[in-house]
């Protein structure tokens, strides 16, 4: 019985959608870049409450004392919005579904939301005032900012 379990949680993570190379390189040189600003702090694949579901985008930018862990009770959902969210685009996900995951995000509170998609190296800016097309620069929203011209580079 314990291996059937073993099995079908197996067969379940082989369905979700895997991060590639490139979404994990991308990934590691925004936080990297993050680690330099000693206001913020960025956490990789943290869940969102949202409503009465949840959205886990690939980095949440925190200021960095609002971020307080106790390790005795953790949260699964947190409902604190970070003021950037960050995704990045693998092959197998579709621009439009995770544009319309930024606007969720917005919608709730997050102040902006960066969408990358590396194969244009091309990343989309959404705010409450809507959406802006930039190509490998520097991005800076609240406060935060990335050089893609380096992880692009």
């Known amino acids: 019985m314990l291996a059937?379990?073993?099995?079908?949680?197996?067969?379940?993570?082989?369905?979700?959608?895997?991060?590639?190379l490139n979404h994990?390189?991308?990934?590691?040189?925004?936080?990297?870049q993050l680690l330099e600003n000693s206001k913020v702090i960025a956490l990789p694949e943290l869940t969102l409450k949202i409503g009465n579901g949840s959205i886990t985008?690939?980095?949440?930018?925190?200021?960095?004392?609002?971020?307080?862990?106790n390790f005795l009770q953790?949260?699964?959902k947190y409902s604190e919005m970070p003021l950037v969210a960050i995704e990045v685009i693998?092959?197998?996900?579709?621009?439009q579904t995770l544009l319309e995951k930024a606007r969720k995000m917005i919608k709730a509170g997050v102040k902006a939301v960066w969408t990358?998609?590396?194969?244009?190296?091309t990343i989309f800016v959404t705010t409450d005032k809507g959406e802006d097309i930039l190509h490998s620069q520097t991005i800076e929203s609240e406060g935060v900012s990335v050089d893609f011209k380096k992880i692009f580079g």
């Open 57 to 69: 985008p690939d980095v949440c930018v925190y200021p960095r004392e609002k971020i307080k862990p």
């Open 90 to 95: 693998s092959a197998s996900q579709n621009i």
């Open 116 to 121: 990358i998609e590396p194969f244009g190296q």
């Open 24 to 32: 994990s390189y991308i990934c590691a040189n925004i936080i990297f």
């Open 4 to 20: 059937d379990i073993e099995l079908e949680d197996f067969v379940e993570e082989e369905k979700q959608e895997m991060p590639s």
């Open 74 to 76: 953790d949260f699964p």
